[in-house]
């Protein structure tokens, strides 16, 4: 009986996320709009509240093809095992209401982040094509960089909180958020998140002007759609993750979902504002910048848990 429950209640939360993502992309298109001063999508249903809805029955109704010279199995399945891991991590959300409980939630988040890079490295190989090889190459270098960032942050937080389960950010910012005493670290959280995602100003994996699409080039129909729900399930979720370890972790308050509204915006309104980084300032800020700044907070951190082992 507790498995079919559990059956059920994660394929609701599936259910949910997506529903949130296909609303994300219609907000990501009407602010986009508003920024470029243009209409955007206001045609279907009322003032476009159906337009990804019949975006998302265009892409899976329409032909499935794919190269000949193309490995056909790896080419087939890592859009759908993207999209699996994405929709996975949502399990690690701390609901209070003992759904999964996850006593080492960061590590298992960390784990299902390091397999994503392997998807979309398959995914450029597999089409066998020299764009899509170079778009993968560019965004498993740019993934890994960022994600040496991100596991120091989330390491010092673990210090921290002394534990790797998010239920801790819950208690531990019962009176005051940690985004307060850690402004840099969350800066830095941020834009790591920006080129996890592949999102502008780091979208080297998509840069359209010399990639030509990337590593998803020979991605079309259902395959591009579950990519594209890849990326904008890991968007959400780093919306969702920043609130929890910056901004409170008060899942049954209003006001925590105005907060990850608001996160998810400012994806957009980065997308809609900063032209495209250079690849070596990429490279350069992840190593030089965000890799010793990491560092010299988790030894912060360290010395802090230290103290207070001592003096307990």
Known sequence: MDIFFLSVVFFLLV??????VAFLVLLERSVLGYIHVRSGPNKVGFVGLFQPFSDAIKLFTSEQYFPLISNYLSYYFSPVFSLFLSLLVWVLVP???GFISFEL??????????LGVYTVMVAGWSSNSNYSLLGGLRSVAQTI?????LALILLSFVFLVCGY???????????LWLIFFTFPLSLVWFIS??????????????????LVSGFNIEYGAGGFALIFLAEYASILFMSLLFCIIFLGCDLNS????????????????????????RYDKLMYLAWKGFLPLSLNFLLFFLGISLTLFCLL
């Open 95 to 97: 609901y209070l209401s």
């Open 254 to 277: 209003f006001l925590f979902y105005v907060k990850l509204s608001f996160l998810s915006y400012l994806f957009i309104w980065v997308r809609g504002t900063l032209p495209r980084f």
């Open 145 to 149: 960089s960022y994600e040496v960032s």
């Open 15 to 20: 259910v949910f996320v997506l529903v949130g």
């Open 165 to 175: 389960d998010l239920v801790n950010f819950y208690y531990f910012q019962s009176y």
């Open 105 to 114: 939630g960061l590590l298992f988040f960390l784990c299902c982040t390091s």
């Open 193 to 210: 998140c920006l080129a996890e995602t592949n999102r502008t100003p780091f979208d080297f994996a998509e840069g359209e002007s010399e």
